[in-house]
């Protein structure tokens, strides 16, 4: 992905639009004016269904490098896992989605 391509994107792109990335569950999000602060983007992590497209309707916003390091720190908890599967026992099951069709991505 190219920088020109972002900086097209956060001129040209609606607020909250989103683009698809060569990673899956990983897209590039445009972030409204807020207060003082200009539009920017910002990488979205959300799981992805079968089709490539989010299944949740707002995913992991993580905006600088820093938020970065602090997530992964927190994913890569050993504790978590096996609070998840403890989670997956007590909660009621769900249905996976499956992934579908090719579409159109953007080069990471």
Do not use: C, H
Not at 66 to 77: S, T, V
Not at 80 to 105: Q, T, Y
Request: no cysteine; aromatic share 6%.
């Amino acid at each position: 992905m190219s920088e020109e391509r972002l900086e097209e994107f956060l001129r040209t792109g609606g607020d909250w639009e989103k683009l698809k990335t060569s990673v899956p569950g990983v897209f590039i999000q445009k972030l409204p004016p807020y207060r003082a602060s200009p539009s920017r983007l910002a990488v979205e992590v959300n799981p992805v269904d079968a089709s490539g497209n989010p299944t949740k309707r707002r995913g992991l916003l993580i905006r600088f490098a820093d938020e970065y390091e602090a997530f992964r720190e927190i994913l890569n908890d050993e504790k978590l896992p096996r609070l998840l599967e403890m989670l997956e026992r007590v909660n009621p099951g769900a249905g996976r989605r499956e992934r579908k069709k090719e579409e159109e991505i953007i080069e990471i």
